[in-house]
């Protein structure tokens, strides 16, 4: 089993930055895939981007070159890296940790992006 908790979210402007965490409890090493999700208001959850334990990351086509993935397997911490953050990225962002076969969900943290 895995814990993951996240945090860093918060209300930003248009144009602006944020960094959310997602702290597991145990080495992000012994986990296959762990990445962020999101869902906003009526609308279905979706992939924001993914890292395996080998480093290989994934991006969703609507953030790529905006945000990054990376991981700490010294604080068993990954990092979204958020940038020219937009309204339409507003959403509840999940952290999830694939410990195959079962994937191990965070309560979520909201971002509000102002236009």
């Known amino acids: 089993q895995v814990q993951v908790v996240e945090s860093g979210g918060g209300l930003v402007q248009a144009g602006g930055s944020l960094r959310l965490s997602c702290a597991a409890s145990r080495s992000i090493f012994d986990i296959n895939v762990m990445g962020w999700y999101r869902q906003a208001p009526g609308k279905e959850r979706e992939m924001v981007a993914t890292i395996t334990y080998g480093g290989r990351t994934n991006y969703a086509d609507s953030v790529k070159g905006r945000f990054t993935i990376s991981g700490d397997n010294a604080k068993h911490t990954i990092y979204l890296q958020m940038n020219s953050l937009k309204p339409e990225d507003t959403a509840v962002y999940y952290c999830?940790?694939?410990?195959?076969?079962?994937?191990?969900w965070g309560k979520g943290t909201l971002v509000t992006v102002s236009s």
């Open positions: 999830k940790a694939r410990l195959s076969p079962m994937d191990y």
